[in-house]
T-cell receptor, first 113, second 113 residues
Framework: EPEVTQTPSHQVTQMGQEVILRCVPI?????FYWYRQILGQKVEFLVS????????KSEIFDDQFSVERPDGSNFTLKIRSTKLEDSAMYFC???????????FGPGTRLTVL | AQSVTQPDIHITVSEGASLELRCNYS??????LFWYVQSPGQGLQLLLK??????LVQGIKGFEAEFKRSQSSFNLRKPSVHWSDAAEYFC???????????FGTGTRLTIIP
């Protein structure tokens, strides 16, 4: 069964450093998402992406965040200058055109020191 | 704004016992409702979903959920739990044309022998 994959599974970085989280969505899916889950809190929507542009973003997704689909398979989330409060589990999700069901990857745990 | 409430933070049940996890939503339009499960160290796996039609939906792993519009609820049930059901369960809502899922805070399920 096709699935969303994410790399790395765990990323540790120093405050102020740039990080790139990578996702490979399911191959025939056209809509892509990033969510995050701060430890002990609910899963929160960050951004949705379709047709090579952002279709919706939350207030969390400020100028420090960007997303990109650099090739036909990868979907990335970049945090330019990480802050301590960016420490969280980041989930990528994708869905196909004909359904409203989002399928999630296993997540990347980001730790900012 | 849409919101999801999962009133039970933590539930403990004996193996073989029945289970019901509560979910209430606040949403102006016709909701699309989901239950996801997150096992330790894993991503979010879709258990079941409701878009329209029969209000009792069946999912994977023997789970079912019932949509009750009058109570704004979408409770998850299982007649007999197994030790492998121990995980965190998240209820989520969206609607047609809405890009983001809104999640509840989750219910952690512990199974005792």
């Amino acid at each position: 069964e096709p699935e969303v994959t994410q790399t790395p599974s765990h990323q540790v970085t120093q405050m102020g450093q740039e990080v790139i989280l990578r996702c490979v969505p399911i191959s025939n899916h056209l809509y892509f998402y990033w969510y995050r889950q701060i430890l002990g809190q609910k899963v929160e929507f960050l951004v949705s992406f379709y047709n090579n542009e952002i279709s919706e973003k939350s207030e969390i997704f400020d100028d420090q965040f960007s997303v990109e689909r650099p090739d036909g398979s990868n979907f990335t989330l970049k945090i330019r200058s990480t802050k301590l409060e960016d420490s969280a589990m980041y989930f990528c999700a994708s869905r196909e055109q004909s359904t409203d069901t989002q399928y999630f990857g296993p997540g990347t745990r980001l730790t900012v020191l | 704004a849409q919101s999801v409430t999962q009133p039970d933070i933590h539930i403990t049940v004996s193996e073989g016992a029945s289970l019901e996890l509560r979910c209430n939503y606040s949403y102006g339009a016709t909701p699309y409702l989901f239950w996801y499960v997150q096992s330790p160290g894993q991503g979010l796996q879709l258990l079941l979903k409701y878009f329209s039609g029969d209000t009792l939906v069946q999912g994977i792993k023997g789970f079912e959920a019932e949509f009750k519009r009058s109570q704004s609820s979408f409770n998850l049930r299982k007649p007999s739990v197994h030790w492998s059901d121990a995980a965190e369960y998240f209820c989520a809502v969206t609607n047609f044309g809405n890009e983001k899922l809104t999640f509840g805070t989750g219910t952690r399920l512990t199974i005792i022998p």
